[in-house]
């Protein structure tokens, strides 16, 4: 018996005689229903900003997934089918037809048959992908004042290098490249794309020559110590980045404050745990005195003690700042402002404290809803599920991430399945939390039922399958044995 069914065994309990109905899902059955599924999977804060930035209903907005998902199906199969001959695929703007280019007319019908509009071009994608291969070989000669970046432009059938200022410097590295001047076009762009950053908890900030550790990622920033920065103190990320500005900080008597972030960084729900991962915070319930609990800070890392005493006074050589919890956790210089966590719960930010994490010593924090009560701020919290989904499947066509709980599964793609028109390998890699032990299935449908035609069940959270195939529907059925949390699933079809 698999060791899915096995455990469903367990917790099925059926009177003699009674035979239990069974309604498949809606995405069951290959068609029209399966599709539905694909917009109703959406979450309602992905619908409501769909709304807001592209102008839509609600029921547009979910017919607008739908009609997307299954464009990018259609352009997927065909750009296997076409081969060389294939130019790329994309959704017309106007009209909401996927328009799928090629390079001999021969193969127009077979773009038509597939539901979509063909066209004639010049160019396949793979001599695209050339053109932009060789820009790609001499990127070191590209200066942001010149050029703001290139890719391939499907729709027009050639690579669009963004210049800035003049076209003169643009030219210039397009010629340097060596590649088909005839296949590039030269677009003016006033764009001046930086990177972004996460904020995390326990990463390192600084304030001119000064370090401190983030807190907790709340609405527009983080919070962090009163004693790290004064309100409008300019704050710099853990690579010297730009940041923000202190907005709020008061010490002593207290010892919290908050920094709002510029637009380069991001607040994320999670707090470095120093072991190449994030915890994920899912709120802030406060620990009880005698609880375990464990702190994040940029000099000394992941630290854990318990909860000692609650209401602490402490005297500063600055003065006296009460209200703080105090532990037998270590932390040193550097520490200030980092997070602390029971479990998953956030219970405040590093303050001070006697000794280090040598001899060991007692450190004390501000709790963190006083902090956010303070300045009305709004915690940053994730699905509670553990780490954000991993990513060690790489290499596939098409990843997708999301969330399980212990004894259920989730079908992969978006909760619905996807068709092969060849016969060809069939890869899966699922890459879950540490401390888990999950199961990949990998179903195809019969005409009536989805039956497993590949397993992966090993004891860990990562597994893998390869599944040599006819042409058919199949999907993925990602199962949680034991253990919750966040995933990363990556597939490959004919």
């Known amino acids: 018996m698999k060791r899915r069914l096995a455990a469903a065994a367990a917790v099925i309990l059926l009177p003699a005689g009674v035979v239990p109905a069974v309604a498949l899902p809606a995405t069951a059955a290959p068609g029209t229903g399966s599709a539905s599924a694909v917009g109703a999977a959406a979450s309602p804060e992905m619908l409501a900003a769909m709304q807001r930035d592209l102008g839509l209903t609600a ?65 396949s994608a793979a001599e695209l992908d050339g053109v932009k291969n060789g ?46 001047s005839s296949a590039v076009r030269l677009v003016p762009t006033t764009e001046s794309p930086v990177p972004y950053y996460d904020v995390r908890g326990g990463d390192a900030f600084y304030m001119g020559g000064g370090r401190c550790s983030v807190g907790f990622s709340v609405t527009g920033g983080f919070v962090t110590a009163g004693h790290c920065g004064t309100t409008g103190t300019a704050t710099q990320g853990f690579n010297q980045v730009s940041q923000g500005t202190f907005r709020g900080s008061s010490f002593p008597g207290n010892d919290y404050a908050w920094v709002q972030t510029n637009a380069n960084w ?78 998953q719960q956030a219970q405040g930010v590093t303050s001070g404290g006697s000794g280090n994490c040598s001899s060991g ?28 989904p991993p990513t060690g499947c790489t290499g596939y066509e098409a990843t997708y991430s999301g969330s399980v709980t212990s004894g259920n599964s989730q079908f992969q793609p978006n909760g619905s399945y996807y068709q092969s028109t060849v016969s060809g390998t069939h ?28 397993a992966g069940e090993s004891a860990s959270a990562d597994e893998t399958i390869t599944y040599n195939g006819t042409a058919g529907y199949y999907r993925y059925d ?3 044995y034991s253990g919750s949390g966040s995933y990363s699933l990556g597939i490959t079809n004919p």
């Open 59 to 123: 029921s547009e907005a979910k017919a607008r997934i739908v009609r997307d998902d299954k464009a990018s199906r259609t352009d997927a199969d065909l750009r296997k089918a076409l081969g060389k001959g294939y130019a790329g695929g994309w959704v017309d703007a106007e009209s909401g037809n996927l328009v799928v280019a090629v390079t001999d007319t021969a193969l127009t019908a077979r773009v038509t048959t597939a539901g979509a509009v063909a066209k004639v071009v010049a160019r």
């Open 135 to 180: 820009l790609d070989r001499i990127s070191a000669k590209a200066t942001s004042a010149t050029v703001a970046g290139w890719y391939v432009d499907v729709a027009s059938n050639t690579v669009v290098v963004l210049a800035k200022g003049d076209t003169t410097g643009a030219s210039s590295f397009v010629k340097a490249s060596g590649v088909d």
């Open 266 to 343: 991001t607040p994320q729900p999670w707090v470095n745990n120093y072991a190449g991962g994030n915890t994920t915070v899912a709120g802030s319930t406060e620990s009880a005195v005698g609880a375990s609990i464990c702190r994040s800070g940029s000099t000394t890392g992941w630290r854990c003690g318990t909860v000692q005493a609650k209401n602490s006074s402490v005297t500063y050589p600055q003065g006296t700042v009460s209200g703080l919890t105090r532990t037998n956790a270590c932390a040193e210089p550097g520490d200030s402002g980092g997070s602390w966590l029971s479990g």
């Open 361 to 388: 010593g007692t450190t004390y924090f501000q709790p963190v809803n006083e902090i956010l009560s303070v300045y009305g701020l709004t915690l940053r919290t994730g699905s509670g599920g553990g780490d954000p």
């Open 427 to 454: 890869r899966g890699c699922l890459d879950g939390p540490s401390g888990v032990d999950f199961d990949l299935y990998l179903q195809k449908w019969n005409g009536s039922a989805w039956v497993d035609v590949a």
């Open 478 to 480: 990602v199962y949680a």
